[in-house]
């Protein structure tokens, strides 16, 4: 397996187009993804019980295998009432007509504001014209995965290829969007971060399961602010022009995928909206995995440890604290915290006992870790073999800054 | 019942004192209270499983009926091992030595930086001190109520008095604090915010029912930044020196109660670290009063929520979408959210449809009331009868910028 510069119409067979439509002032705030070929899908929704219109009409219309996507940015239309349903409906209607292909095949999604309805003359335009420019290259990705950002900075993008064993060669490649109200919990059919991964592989059945199993190490662990959004929505889709042998059971293929998702997840929060750190926390030693996950989840979601990495403070009271409200097993004689890892790794705390000292070496060389782009921490609860990851980022004065001004 | 200005020695039988012992650089860091006569009374502590050793070392002694309590600011002596608890209960010795008392009869609390040991040379001198400064009177009132506080600016007291049938008047009064790591969810006997109620009334027999109700109304419905606290505790001690008829069913007295720890709660919230405006949310048409306290909870909760208040932005959406995470059940047709009461209120949506346009005079409005020290909202689920009330703050710079520098 080998990663590569890509995006999502690196695979064989898939077009992509971004356009400007005037949603937003400026950027690009259309985009559409068309493959030549039908595909085997799975989308994942949010579980916000506030869905978006988009998302509705995804789960009410079970558009499971996707050859065809409309996005566009700059409005979520959610919370949009019977309108908002059918301007969802209408979007594909156009795209579908457009492309010559059954509205079945198409899905939808949206991102942006919340509770303004869409201004259906500009998407209807914007459709025509995304239609018209798709396109293969590395062009049509960059705006594609530049026309479904928000308050992204950057596009986020990866690829892998898999030479298997008859010599077929498969590419997987996917884009998402994040930046804020990331606290993804997505279930596949029943996932504002948006994420569509393509790829030329050959598959005969359902990815369903293996989706699910993706998202939930990837998009499901990560957290920028707590607020699982409306419109959340993570997309696979296969189309097989690869040829080959199919990969349902490839468990490496299955690895390629995982490598472009857990990427695109880290990216979503590296970009996390204020966000100057990336955190990576590892929880070992719970009872089990989901305990482990759900400290994780509850350590890199406190306010308080986020300004804590933010102001790279080793507070490590406030994770213990929020461990303590996590309400997942450990015991303290057999908690042990480690900041970094390998040979500058500092315990911060260890079998019931702090093991820095205020003004201590130490306390000098945890925060110097914790000035670093990406801190690494392990926290092992010490009563099991449960494990898990959560990545989050640090809380600054521009998240505050960002939200306190997001409509204006 | 009238609101009158005093403190927690207002109640007759009660003396406090407030001094610096050098947990802090300048300002006090220990509080004493002291009533002449035993009493009844009732303790809450965090529901924070990482609970700190003043909590462990309460709830293991059972101290149900405390007539003094000695409280440090500046630590939490939290994640401190068994030396902490060793530590929390030589404070309740000394105390009690101080006193003249049985150890039995003594509380403690603690509050500050989690992870250090107290410095119990400095604490030892300042039970001495403080043990021969107790006195009446609202000097004493605010030195005790300036020596628990950490980050907030200002001490939180509440007082009111009440003429029984016979003519008896009694006293209830109370001083708090609060400022970070506020959400407090305490259960009596099993509940950083502190409080301390004192009054003089006659009670005949243990008042933890009505107290685990006093606390449901106030301090459990406030949250700052989503992190409860390790040591939470609300206190709750009555001596009986003004005489006359006991008041264990006495409505009366427990609504003078009431109003004492929800102006205490309110205090505690308005002073929110970095906070700049009060939200006071009401969640009516709820499925039942639990679920109205959650959606009302995860509401206050949500960064973005409280961000976009800092802002004085009527982003109604991520209210709704808060809602949609709550867990709660609410009719879409029916959910109104209201900003403001009476003549000035605006509706912000209402029957599944926003009900302001961007620029339009609904939204000026809107800014206008968002831009007060004080903000109202009522939301309505549409699906039955349950209500409550959550209070929080607004989510600023000051608060990362206190956050990340807190230990430094």
């Keep these: 397996m080998k990663t590569i510069d890509g995006g999502v119409t690196t695979p064989l067979g898939w077009k992509a187009a971004g356009v400007h439509c005037g949603i937003k002032r400026e950027r690009l705030d259309l985009a559409m993804l ?69 509205e079945s095949l198409v899905g939808v999604a949206s991102t942006g504001i919340i509770g303004r309805r869409l201004p259906m003359e500009k998407i209807s335009a914007g459709i025509q014209e995304a239609s018209k420019e798709l396109s293969r290259g590395r062009e049509a990705d960059h705006r594609a995965a530049m026309a479904i950002l928000t308050t992204d900075k950057v596009i986020k993008e990866a690829a ?27 279930k596949v059919q029943h996932a504002t971060t948006l994420s569509f991964v393509t790829t030329d592989a050959v ?129 303290i004689d057999n908690v042990r915290l480690t900041l970094g890892t390998g040979e500058r790794a500092v315990v911060l705390f260890d079998q019931g006992v702090p093991q820095i000292e205020p003004c201590s070496e130490g306390e000098v060389a945890a925060r110097k870790l914790l000035s670093k782009k990406r801190i690494v921490m392990t926290l092992d609860l010490g009563v099991g073999q449960g494990q898990a990851e959560a990545w989050g980022c640090d809380l600054s004065y521009e998240y505050v800054k960002i939200n306190a001004e997001y409509t204006s």
Tied chains: 1, 2.
């Design 203 to 331: 598959l005969t059945r359902s990815p369903e399961m293996r989706w699910q199993e993706a998202i939930d190490n990837s998009f499901n662990v990560i957290n920028v602010d707590g607020d699982q959004s409306t419109n959340d929505i993570s997309v696979f889709m296969a189309n097989g022009a690869a040829g080959g042998p199919p990969v349902d059971d490839n468990p490496i293929f299955w690895k390629g995928v995982d490598k472009v998702v857990r990427s695109l997840a880290k990216q979503v929060v590296t970009d996390g909206e204020g966000a100057t750190k990336l955190i990576e926390l590892k929880v070992i030693g719970a009872k089990d995995d989901a305990e482990a996950r759900k400290a994780g989840r509850w350590i890199i979601s406190s306010s308080l440890v986020k300004t804590a990495v933010f102001g790279a403070d080793p507070n490590f009271g406030r994770i213990l604290a929020a461990l303590g409200n996590s309400g997942s097993t450990y015991d």
């Design 34 to 102: 068309y493959s030549e070929h039908p595909t085997f899908g799975a989308c994942a929704y949010t579980q916000n019980r506030m869905r978006a219109a988009p998302i509705e009409f995804m789960i009410k219309q079970e558009v499971t295998n996707p050859q065809a996507f409309v996005i566009n940015s700059g409005n979520a239309n959610a919370i949009t009432g019977e309108q908002g349903l059918k301007d969802a409906r209408t979007m594909v209607e156009l795209t579908a007509k457009a492309l010559g292909i059954d």
């Design 160 to 186: 892998v290829q898999i030479t298997l064993e008859d010599g077929t060669k498969i590419t997987i490649a996917g884009m998402a969007k994040g930046s804020g109200m990331i606290s993804p919990s997505m």
